[in-house]
């Protein structure tokens, strides 16, 4: 936000939806991106908003995209390909500490990966500051 200057200085009165900065949490709101048409269409906010930056996380490959810091976005390189106990032990990892880059997600629960031939699929719940919610994401490879 760029303050108004008046008579007496900085106008620092707050916008609607925005949180004091005194607080240290940021607004929610987004931009909805429609997937499925390639589209932005209208604002989300809370556990929508939050929903749709976790799927843009795990969509993400960390490193290879160079408007991101290179804390955001998922290293599944690291696990695709490699043995199944491998995979097992080290995906856990890979996604909490790609979905806690996001301060509004506060943990990963009931994690349960599942190997069909080399098809790998990962359910798990989010816990966010806005509520719970499902994921799952499927990947093929030689797992």
């Known amino acids: 936000m760029i303050p108004a200057i008046g008579r007496d200085g900085p106008i620092t009165s707050l916008l609607q939806g925005e ?3 005194g607080t240290g949490e940021e607004p929610s709101l987004t931009y909805r991106l429609d997937l499925d ?3 932005i269409s209208g604002s989300i906010d809370g556990l929508e ?3 749709q930056a976790a799927v843009k996380i795990l969509q993400t490959d960390r490193y290879e995209q160079l408007i991101y810091s290179f804390n955001y976005g ?3 390189r690291l696990v ?3 043995d199944r106990l491998l995979v097992r032990s080290e995906i856990r990892r890979v996604l909490t500490e790609a979905l806690l880059q996001d301060d509004r997600i506060t ?3 009931d994690m349960e990966v599942l190997f069909s031939g080399d098809n790998l699929t990962v359910e798990f719940t989010v816990v966010s500051q806005y509520g719970d919610f499902q994921m799952r994401k499927e990947m093929n490879g030689n797992v």
Do not use: N
Request: no cysteine; glycine share 12%.
């Open 19 to 21: 949180i004091s900065a």
């Open 37 to 39: 048409r390639k589209r």
């Open 49 to 51: 908003a939050v929903q």
């Open 74 to 76: 998922t290293e599944w």
């Open 80 to 82: 695709l390909g490699q």
């Open 107 to 109: 943990g990963i629960e």
